[in-house]
Every structure is written in C-alpha cells, then in structure tokens.
C-alpha cells in the first residue's frame, strides 16, 4: 500500500456556544491554544504567520510542526495552515453559523514523517486514529468550556 499507511485525513465538526467571529478570534490566537487544549502542550510563534506547535495526546510520543497560516479570511471564518515537522499537509477549520452558535468544520490531511510512527504505521494505526479522536473531542471540551466562561470573548478591541 506504500506511503498510504503513513497518511490520514481527519474531518470533525464542533457545535460551538457562541457567533463565528468570537470561535474565529480565539481559533485565530495559535499561541492560547495550550490554555485551553490540554494536548496541545506548547507553541511557540516564529513570527506573524507561523510557529512551531508541539502535540501529545494519550499515547507517550510528542509530535512537533512547524504551521504557517496560508488562508485568514474573519469574513468567510476560514483559517488554514501548512505544517512540516513530524507531520506534513494541512489542516483547516471552516467556521459557520449554526442558530445563535457556531459549527466549527475542522479537516486535516497529513503523512506521518515521525519514524517511529511510520515504522509502526500498519500494526498501530488503529490507536493513532484513537488518539487523534481523543484529542479532538478533548479540544472540543476546553473551547466550548472557554466560550461559555466568556461569551463575548474575541469581540472586543484589540
């Protein structure tokens, strides 16, 4: 099957408490993802556009990326990156109104470049998929728990 083990294509949907354009601003703000995604343990802005992001969910490996936005667009509520590292693709969150809420569509492809993951890609990846959706219904909790803290957080001046 060749590189096709190493690659995977994730799509979530988040139902989110509160308009677009706050989901938006605090989805926007990379570098307050740790306080509110606990497996998104550290990231560290390179400038404007991009960062390096360190990952670790339930199983004990970290993984780390370099992400450079290439799409904010508040109006159409697109962000999207590019990432290299340990991971290499994109990954993307398209954000739409959803009565008085937000339906925040997340999608990502990647190919694994970690080699210990690649080396253990066909016996693993049923726990890699597992971690993964761990990590986003984590992701899911701590943003809904922080929208509803602050319902009009991300609409204030800057």
Known sequence: MGTAWHQYHFHSTWLLPAPPDAVYRVLERGEEYPSWWPQVREVRPRDELSGVARFRSLLPYDLEITAHAVRSDPAEGV????????????????????????????????????????????????LFLANHALMMRSGRRGLRRLLLRSPGRGLEEE
Not at 85 to 92: K, T
């Open 79 to 126: 962000l999207e990156i590019v990432m290299h590292g340990d991971l290499e693709g994109w990954a993307r969150w398209t954000l739409l109104p959803d009565g008085g809420g937000t339906r925040a569509v997340y999608e990502q492809r990647v190919e694994v470049r970690k080699p210990l993951m690649r080396a253990l890609a066909v016996p693993c990846r049923p």
